[in-house]
């Protein structure tokens, strides 16, 4: 019985269907090996002693386009030996490593397969986002227990970059990236409002290691004094009284803000954005004003120049990171809760997105440290050197290279 398949060059003269060899009578091998790999070819076979049979060759599809387009193509069709092939002795990029470790992954390779993609993390120009090559999609790749034993800096590297990639992202696409619903609730709007040149460089108060306890929202209003960035001077005298109360964030300055409450506008300006923190911090039904608030922020942010947005969004990031470590501390170091002025890394030991596990800092002229240890958070204070030793050793290197590059 004739069947009509679709068929695969998997190599010069090697025809496969469903990743099984067809075999090629000898009148068909001539033309057989004058196709290229990844071309495919309607046949006509047949099932014969010796296996699935070319009985006449139709109509065949060459590979067109570069070395790239090629591999693609390949891997639509699943042409997975075929992709090995083209990739033996071609130059080495990024974008032909992902398609080695996707054709290794599915080969069944596993060794390979994350040799090559260990490889792929450090090379300059890898996707990140790409629905097929893309880290992202290779990272998904892996099971949970053979994720677990890639080398941490490896894994480390992965979050790295797939956070940069949700900064960079485009607005419209910003919510399908990496980590993107892991930031605090306002700070994501205020990203997703600006284009990526818009956006800071790094940031820590999201990705895969965030924990907070406290309201995004107090930040924004604690950070208030960083909106002098956005405004002129004349635009400036106007609030910058309002903005001193509401960073205060002192109950004495919250009844304070009763004499700058005013009937706040719609429109995108610096005066509105401030009435409607004031709204929202002196009214206990104000989450309709803070909506406002961070909406008019971010058309704010969208309308001036990048680095103002950029510069005041990593002042935001800096005040968020010291909000939550703060509300790690112990309350019996009330002195350390109160003084800490920067966070300089923060450490999971799964590198888990929803757990946070060492947070170093400064606060008063000296370092600290907080350590998880089973509910409770420890703390040491001291010298850089004293708070690194209290690393675990799982995230000590990782940390030391953080606080080299501070």
């Known amino acids: 019985m004739a069947l009509k398949l679709t068929l695969d060059v998997v190599s010069r003269g090697v025809l496969a269907w469903n990743q099984s060899n067809v075999v090629v009578p000898a009148g068909f091998k001539a033309t057989v090996a004058a196709y290229d790999v990844g071309a495919v070819i309607e046949a006509e076979c047949a099932w014969l002693s010796g296996g699935l049979t070319v009985r006449a060759l139709g109509a065949v599809r060459q590979p067109t386009g570069d070395l790239d387009a090629q591999l693609r193509s390949a891997i639509e069709r699943e042409n997975w030996r075929g992709v090995l092939t083209q990739l033996d002795g071609a130059e080495t990029t990024p974008h032909r ?163 700058f409450r005013r009937r706040a506008g719609n429109e995108v ?20 004003a803070s909506e406002r608030a961070i909406a008019l922020l971010g058309g704010l942010l969208a309308s001036g120049a990048p680095s103002a947005a950029a510069d005041y969004l990593r002042q935001l990031d800096a005040l968020a990171l010291c909000r939550e470590a703060a509300g790690l501390v112990p309350k019996t170091h009330h002195k350390l809760r109160t003084s800490i002025t920067a966070v300089h890394y923060r450490g999971s030991l799964d590198l888990k997105r929803d757990e946070l596990d060492a947070v170093l800092g400064e606060a008063g002229g000296r370092w600290f440290a907080l350590r998880r240890h089973e509910t409770k958070w420890l703390v040491v204070e001291g010298s850089r050197e004293d708070v690194l030793a209290t690393m675990p050793d799982a995230l000590f290197e990782e940390a030391v290279v953080k606080l080299h590059n501070t």
């Open 97 to 259: 490593e992902a398609y080695r470790a996707l054709e290794q992954r599915r080969l069944g390779d596993f060794e390979g397969f994350t040799k090559t993609y260990c490889a792929l993390v450090s090379m300059e120009g890898v996707e990140l986002v790409d629905p097929v090559l893309g880290l992202w999609s290779l990272r998904r790749e892996f099971p949970d227990e053979q994720w677990a034993a890639v080398d941490r800096r490896v894994r480390a590297q992965t979050w790295k970059l797939l956070w940069q990639a949700t900064l960079r992202s485009r607005s419209d696409g910003f919510r399908s990236h990496p980590f993107a619903d892991s930031l605090w609730t306002p700070f994501d709007a205020l990203l997703e409002a600006v284009e990526p040149q818009a956006r800071p460089e790094r940031v820590m108060a999201g990705g895969p290691r965030i924990d907070y306890g406290f309201d995004g929202f107090e930040v924004v209003v604690a950070g208030a004094m960083f909106l002098r960035r956005l405004a002129d001077d004349a635009e400036w005298r106007e609030v910058e009284p309002a903005c001193r109360a509401l960073a205060a964030s002192s109950p004495k300055s919250r009844d304070g803000l009763t004499e």
């Open 269 to 288: 300006s610096l005066a509105n954005v401030v009435l409607n923190l004031v709204a929202a911090v002196s009214n206990r039904r104000g989450t309709a």
